[in-house]
């Protein structure tokens, strides 16, 4: 969504870390891929502060030449590219001496918020993650972070549908509504006259909902052809972290039957794409 490509096979190689980034797009799949794997596996033990943001916006860019992890100096305009090369002014972020403070509130707000337990967390975390857009604080990967933050925030809210669907995806797929109701939510945000509404119907009935009913047809589906639940086994082990456990298969493929998943699993470790680095019942797995 942010002008970040590259060729299938790159991608695939290098969320196998099987290569080393070749350029600026390539550099920033790899410092994804990172903070995705860390969120992942990490994230009932990482406290939403302003540190931890800024150590996931640092990790994001660490094979970029200048790095990242630092509030930004300048002020960056919401712009918008037309089809015919016009820009149309969307929305003016804080500046840049106003944000490491609004960043501090936020975090403080949203653990009140959910300490107090009178708003529902799957309300809470798109409220944040509009306000982390509003202040956008960072020069470059605010809207990445803005997904990322999203992943965790809902992972430790229970629910887990990003670990097997990609968000990403769901957003890409529905970046109308996504940019659209964004835009509506931020009107009048400077002034705390903006209405919330329109963001939280996207997240949550357009966005989350797409996610959750990917994952009901993936498992739903019919394994009738030959070689179906092998495919779904091997799909699912390229969404899960580079380390995963035999439970966390089960769960993605809850209409698969061990003895199925277990098949599946010592053809790929024939093949040379995983590990075993913990036998037993259930093992740990490592892709190479």
């Known amino acids: 969504m942010e002008g970040v490509v590259a060729p299938p096979q790159r991608i695939r190689d290098l969320v196998g870390k099987r290569t080393q980034p070749a350029n600026r797009s390539e550099q920033e799949i790899a410092g994804h891929r990172d903070v995705l794997n860390t969120i992942h596996t990490n994230s009932a033990d990482m406290q939403l502060t302003t540190n931890l943001v800024l150590q996931l916006h640092r990790d994001l860019f660490q094979f970029v030449p200048g790095g990242g992890g630092r509030w930004k100096s300048a002020d960056n305009d919401i712009t918008e590219t037309r089809p015919d090369g ?35 967390p799957l309300l809470l975390v798109p409220t944040y993650v509009l306000d982390f857009l509003c202040i956008h604080s960072f020069a470059d990967g605010n809207g990445r972070m803005a997904r990322l933050l999203s992943l965790l925030l809902l992972y430790q809210a229970g629910y887990e549908v990003g670990r097997y669907i990609s968000l990403e995806s769901a957003i890409e797929e529905t970046k109308e509504g996504y940019y659209g ?38 498992v739903g589906v019919t394994t009738a052809r030959r070689g179906a639940k092998r495919d779904m086994i091997r799909d699912a082990v390229t969404r899960l972290p580079t380390r995963f456990r035999y439970a966390d298969l089960g769960r993605a493929l809850p209409a698969i039957s061990r003895p199925s998943i277990a098949r599946a699993l010592r053809e790929l470790r024939a093949e040379g794409a995983i590990r075993c680095v913990k036998p037993g019942r259930d093992a740990t797995w490592e892709k190479r």
């Open 181 to 218: 109701s964004l835009y509506a939510s931020s009107q009048g945000w400077h002034d705390a006259r903006h209405l919330l509404v329109p963001w939280w119907e996207y997240f949550v009935g357009v966005m989350l909902v797409k996610a959750y009913r990917q994952f009901e047809e993936r």
């Open 86 to 120: 016009t820009t149309v002014f969307r929305f003016k972020p804080l500046a840049p001496h106003l944000v490491p403070d609004a960043m501090t509130q936020l975090h403080d707000r949203y653990r009140s918020a959910l300490d107090a337990g009178t708003v529902d």
